[in-house]
């Protein structure tokens, strides 16, 4: 099978969206979840998974959560994380590296009204990462958050809730080799901030890895 790094694609953000969308193609199940590392000021580094939900041609990544989560925090203290996408059907990977910023928060209250009403009950009742000395107490808190909602309307994001960008500075593609001689090229590109989510971005630049 002839490789699908030679040549390196000009465009890894529309290689990585191309191998996303044949890994949906699939039909597997979150073909875009994600594993977001992020580190506190400490150092202390930790990882979780994510939803990846777009991936857009300007180069950066947005996912949801909690701002108040113990990733929230992180990213909004250090501004920096990194991420990993991996399909073992089409041995696959790709890696990104770079700044975080909050999405718009015009973006962030389409997508919240988007959700299932569940979903939304979840956002506005779960204080995540916090502890739960009682599961039943959090069933009780979302109860009554849904006995609120006006007939017929949807719940507004709570201010506490929304996405983030991650700013694709870096992109590592790799395919699974034969005998582990894998294919890895990695891509860099300067940003520089334009204003509060977004950037200017240079070329990208690429260079082949050992596997």
Known sequence: MASLLIPPPDDPVRAAAQWLGEAEALGRRNANAMALASVDESGQPSARMVLLKELAPLGYAVFYTNYGSRKGGELLSTRKAAAVLYWHELGRQVRFEGPVVRSPDAESDAYFASRPNPSQVNAWSSEQSRPLPDPAALEERAARI???????????????WGGFRL?????????????????????????????????????????????
Do not use: C, M, N
């Not at 006995?147 to 201010?159: E, F, I, S, V």
């Not at 294919?183 to 977004?198: F, I, K, M, P």
């Open 146 to 160: 849904a006995a609120t909602k006006p007939a017929g309307q949807a719940l507004p994001r709570p201010d506490f």
């Open 167 to 211: 700013w694709l500075a870096a992109i590592e593609l790799w395919v699974e080799g034969r005998d582990r001689f894998h294919e890895r090229v990695r891509y860099e590109r300067r940003l520089d901030a334009r204003d509060a989510h977004t950037f200017e971005t240079g070329r990208w630049s690429w260079q082949r890895l050992q596997p």
